[in-house]
C-alpha cells in the first residue's frame, strides 16, 4: 500500500470515528448556544457553520451545554422545559 493509500484510508477511519462520536453524544439534535457559538466562529475563522458546529459538539462532549442552553429561545422557564421538545412528546 502506498503511503498515500494509507494516508487516504486513515483519514477515512477518523471521519467515521468522529461521525459516530458525534451521533452518539448528542442528545437532542440542536444546541442553540452550539450553533450560535458556531456562527461566531464561521465569521472569524471562515468555514462552513455546520463544520465549526460539529468541532463544538466534540469538543463540547466531555461538558455538554445545559438544557436550558441546549434550547436557547425555546426555553419555557415557567415549565422548565424545551418547547419543541415539550410539543413533540405532547403530540
Given at each position: 500500500?502506498?503511503?498515500?493509500?494509507?494516508?487516504?484510508?486513515?483519514?477515512?477511519?477518523?471521519?467515521?470515528?468522529?461521525?459516530?462520536?458525534?451521533?452518539h453524544?448528542?442528545?437532542?439534535?440542536?444546541?442553540?448556544?452550539?450553533?450560535?457559538?458556531?456562527?461566531?466562529?464561521?465569521?472569524?475563522?471562515?468555514?462552513?457553520?455546520?463544520?465549526?458546529?460539529?468541532?463544538?459538539?466534540?469538543?463540547?462532549?466531555?461538558?455538554?451545554?445545559?438544557?436550558?442552553?441546549?434550547?436557547?429561545?425555546?426555553?419555557?422557564?415557567?415549565?422548565?422545559?424545551?418547547?419543541?421538545?415539550?410539543?413533540?412528546?405532547?403530540?
Amino acid at each position: 500500500m502506498t503511503p498515500r493509500e494509507l494516508t487516504t484510508k486513515a483519514t477515512r477511519s477518523a471521519r467515521v470515528d468522529t461521525q459516530d462520536r458525534i451521533r452518539h453524544t448528542t442528545t437532542i439534535m440542536t444546541c442553540e448556544k452550539c450553533w450560535a457559538d458556531a456562527y461566531q466562529r464561521a465569521q472569524h475563522r471562515r468555514g462552513p457553520q455546520v463544520s465549526h458546529y460539529h468541532e463544538l459538539l466534540l469538543e463540547r462532549v466531555d461538558r455538554p451545554c445545559s438544557p436550558r442552553e441546549q434550547a436557547g429561545s425555546f426555553w419555557n422557564d415557567e415549565q422548565q422545559v424545551h418547547q419543541r421538545l415539550a410539543a413533540k412528546e405532547s403530540a
